[in-house]
């Protein structure tokens, strides 16, 4: 069979050796992604929360309402923010093993050009 020049071969793989860390660094890029929408959605729904208590506080007539005001939105608050810190260090210790993959990825990349 007649094969044109600079095409390859069915079957023939390069001489090139697979990336072994590339499909890795997308996975952790994806989780990044995706944990930070999560906060993204967390972060909305506090401030919407805020916005609802402060706009309630203005009208109340004494200060010590307001702060029994500002206790309840607290306590609202609470599971939020422990889910947005919880988020965060997710975030972050994806982003660190992420960011060593792609120093390994590097030198990998530097051995085998």
């Not at 994806?30 to 009208?59: F, G, P, V």
């Not at 982003?95 to 051995?111: D, F, H, I, K, V």
Request: hydrophobic share 30%; net charge positive.
């Amino acid at each position: 069979m007649y094969q044109q020049p600079g095409r390859p071969t069915q079957g023939r793989r390069s001489s090139k050796p697979q990336d072994p860390y590339k499909e890795q660094i997308k996975q952790l890029k994806l989780q990044i992604r995706q944990l930070k929408l999560d906060l993204k959605q967390i972060n909305t729904k506090m401030s919407s929360t805020r916005s609802i208590y402060n706009e309630t506080r203005a009208w109340l007539p004494n200060r010590a309402l307001r702060h029994g005001e500002k206790l309840v939105e607290d306590a609202f608050l609470w599971k939020p923010q422990m889910n947005k810190q919880q988020l965060q260090q997710q975030i972050m210790q994806l982003e660190q093993q992420l960011l060593g993959l792609q120093q390994q990825q590097a030198q990998w990349q530097a051995q085998n050009s």
